[in-house]
């Protein structure tokens, strides 16, 4: 099976920039994609295809995959990004999550 | 605007059978994957497997198969996530999505709790 590795937590302060990075097998080769989770709501896209940003994203959140990693780059992080955060992958037509990151913002 | 909304919160006993329903709006629905995802009680997001509605091309996880069903009924627009015998460890929150390879999972259901305790 296809694993994705993500840290457990990433501390950031106010105004500062957040980088939470995703491990995989050749994970430049595939198309990645990020995840907001907040508790108690669903799960919120904020990147697909590596580095774009559906309608209604702010443009602090931004993507990118190359070699085996990919990162999920928040600028000048707001306290509302306080949230869990998930890579996924596609392999062999199934769809792979990352274990999710605490991002918490103090 | 693309919609899914999902049936409500259900408690059962071990088990028991459930069938829990995602009906989308707002898109046609037989152009798009749908997808089932779950996350267990303070644990992550773990997918479950999903369903082209066109023609009821089926995926599980791996790790999933044979243990839930997957349907779609198009005249109406619904997919639905069946079991035949609930365990305790199928608690969770089960969350349904569009999903497309090449735009991921773009619009979730508000999810739907599962308890199953006796």
């Known amino acids: 099976s296809y694993d994705l590795t993500q840290p457990p937590s990433v501390s950031v302060s106010p105004g500062q920039t957040a980088t939470i990075t995703c491990s995989g097998d050749?994970?430049?080769?595939?198309?990645n994609c990020w995840y907001q989770k907040r508790p108690g709501q669903s799960p919120v896209l904020v990147i697909y295809?590596?580095?774009k940003r559906p309608s209604g994203i702010p443009e602090r959140f931004s993507g990118s995959n190359s070699g085996n990693t990919a990162t999920l780059t928040i600028s000048g992080t707001q306290t509302m990004d306080e949230a869990d955060y998930y890579c996924q992958a596609w392999d062999s037509a199934s769809v792979v999550f990352g274990g999710g990151t605490q991002l918490t913002v103090l | 605007e693309v919609q899914l909304v999902q049936s409500g919160a259900e408690v059962k006993k071990p088990g028991e059978s459930l069938k829990i329903s995602c009906k989308a709006s707002g898109y046609k629905f037989t152009d798009h994957w749908i997808g089932w995802v779950r996350q267990m009680p303070g644990k992550g997001l773990e997918w479950v497997g999903m369903i082209f509605p066109e023609d009821s091309d089926i995926r599980y996880s791996p790790s999933l198969q044979g243990q839930v069903s997957i349907s779609a009924d198009k005249s109406i627009n619904t997919a639905f996530l069946q079991w035949s015998s609930l365990k305790a460890s199928d608690t969770g929150i089960y969350y349904c999505a569009r999903q497309d390879t090449a735009n991921g999972l773009d619009f979730w259901g508000q999810g739907t709790l599962v308890t199953v305790s006796s």
């Open positions: 295809q590596n580095n």
């Open positions: 050749k994970l430049g080769h595939k198309y």
